[in-house]
């Protein structure tokens, strides 16, 4: 028999999708595209779950898009700065380990085009943020919850509003699908293990969140044909993507 607390906890959940997409319909967000960067090229997806593996026959032409502090865990075979790198808004002001962490390893360092995901305060306040660690950027972008909602929709054709903590996608998969959208010929994945946990960057030894979404993700890539690829041997054996191995 279901008790009283578990049906109420039912109809708030209910409510909050109603609410979100809602709001989703009506905000009609515009989906996040880089084909100026990206279109045609091959796009390097960095990760920190927990290590990370420089692709075969490495081109100065590839793309390299990072999440959070991943140039950090990639730094023994990362030397170029990144074209583009994915920050979640928490890792600016946020007290909690991996926050800490993350501006800790990143200070001084700098990225190409930062994208901030779900940033909900000033432009203003961002820079003052950024700066309080000495990370740059040659340029800034936003990314709001609906906009990042709009692009997995079109990249998966399923539309997940992210209810809770534990069906969002990870970074390193919307990166993947911005990619995708944006026109790129090739998709690497490194450091993206949807069964790992921690970070290549820290020894705090994190849990991942976002095992089963990502998992169904790269299912979804395969499924529809994405030239979506892995670098990484245990990766390939678990998910079934295919390893990359040059060409």
């Known amino acids: 028999m279901v008790s009283v607390a578990a049906r109420l906890e039912d109809l708030a959940r209910a409510r909050r999708y109603l609410y979100r997409l809602a709001k989703y319909r009506l905000t009609a967000p515009r989906i996040p595209d880089l084909g100026p960067v990206l279109q045609g090229r091959t796009a390097v997806v960095v990760g920190s779950a927990p290590f990370s593996t420089r692709p075969a026959e490495w081109d100065a032409g590839f793309r390299v898009i990072t999440i959070n502090a991943s140039q950090i ?9 990144p074209d583009v790198t994915l ?4 890792q600016i002001e946020g007290q909690n380990p991996n926050a800490l962490e993350v501006r800790r390893v990143l200070r001084g360092q700098s990225t190409g085009l930062l994208y901030m995901l779900h940033w909900r305060h000033d432009l203003d306040r961002l820079k003052h943020g950024l700066i309080s660690f000495d990370y740059r950027y040659d340029q800034l972008r936003l990314m709001s919850r609906y906009e990042r909602v709009a692009l997995m ?13 534990d069906t969002k996608w990870s970074n390193g998969i919307v990166a993947a699908a911005l990619s995708l959208v944006s026109g790129a010929e090739k998709v690497i994945l490194t450091g993206i293990n949807p069964l790992s946990s921690g970070h290549g960057y820290n020894a705090i030894g994190l849990a991942r969140l976002h095992t089963g979404p990502d998992l169904e993700a790269m299912q979804l890539f395969a499924a529809r044909g994405y030239p979506v690829f892995t670098a990484d041997h245990p990766v390939a054996e678990a998910t079934g993507l295919p390893l990359w191995t040059g060409g």
């Not at 865990?73 to 700065?81: C, G, K, M, S, Y």
């Not at 929709?153 to 903590?165: I, Q, S, V």
């Open 73 to 81: 865990a990639a730094r023994n075979w990362l030397i170029e700065t």
């Open 87 to 90: 920050m979640q808004f928490n």
């Open 153 to 165: 929709h079109k990249a998966t054709g399923k539309l997940n509003l992210e209810l809770e903590a």
